[in-house]
């Protein structure tokens, strides 16, 4: 199975403050078809997860553009520009090139 | 506006069965793949099946082949996953997702 290591386990910051979360995979992330599955997700405090990104660096409909993605093959990055409230919860990534599909163990973002 | 209900949770003993549904609305349900994912109290996220647009193609972890069954009825717009010979370690909420779109969860304990 594809090991997703994520990076830190926890951060805190400032409201403003901008951050990011690495996330490296035990394999090459790469498809077949040439894509690359790595999705990036949000759990607010007491809430569903929610998926922000999908395929490196694509944002899901509605997701601010203080989020961004970047990354290739097994190193992938997330980055929060000017961190608000609404931001803070567990991000994890998400691999879903090769199955079974595998998830980083997330990073809690918390308030300083 | 997309919705994903799940029902069917509840406290079940070991090696009972249950079965789960998720009933979605507010897009084309027969075109899009599906997913059942699990979380553990206080803990990451795990997936647990993801079914194809037809039905035709079913995937599973280890963790959990053999004992659950994911399907779908196109023309009820539901996903199903039937969970059978249920143990301790299958406690979790459930959550139905398609693409970014996640459902509230349903728990299921498993204890005698």
């Known amino acids: 199975d594809v090991v997703m290591t994520q990076t830190p386990p926890s951060l805190s910051v400032a409201i403003g403050q901008s951050v990011s979360i690495s996330c490296k995979s035990s394999?090459?992330?790469?498809?077949?078809?040439?894509?690359?599955?790595l999705n990036w997700l949000l759990q607010s405090p007491g809430r569903s997860p929610k998926r922000l990104i999908y395929?490196?660096?694509k944002l899901d409909s509605g997701v601010p553009d203080r989020f961004s993605g970047s990354g290739s093959e097994k190193d992938f990055t997330l980055k929060i520009s000017r961190v608000e409230a609404e931001d803070l919860g567990v991000y994890y990534c998400?691999?879903?090139?090769?199955?079974?599909?595998?998830f980083g163990a997330g990073t809690k973002l918390e308030l300083k | 506006e997309v919705q994903l209900v799940e029902t069917g949770g509840g406290l079940v003993q070991p090696g009972r069965s249950l079965k789960l549904s998720c009933v979605a609305s507010?897009?084309?349900?027969?075109?899009?793949?599906m997913y059942w994912i699990r979380q553990a109290p206080g803990k990451g996220l795990e997936w647990v099946s993801s079914?194809?647009?037809?039905?035709?193609?079913?995937y599973y972890p280890d963790s959990v082949k053999g004992r659950f069954t994911i399907s779908r009825d196109n023309a009820e717009n539901t996903v199903y996953l039937q969970m059978n010979s249920l143990r301790s370690e299958d406690t979790a909420t459930y959550y139905c997702?398609?693409?970014?779109?996640w459902g509230q969860g349903v728990m299921v304990t498993v204890s005698s």
């Open positions: 998400l691999q879903g090139t090769h199955l079974p599909y595998t």
């Open positions: 395929q490196v660096s």
């Open positions: 394999q090459s992330l790469v498809a077949s078809d040439k894509n690359t599955y």
């Open positions: 079914i194809n647009t037809d039905g035709g193609s079913t």
């Open positions: 997702a398609k693409d970014e779109h």
């Open positions: 507010g897009f084309t349900f027969s075109s899009y793949w």
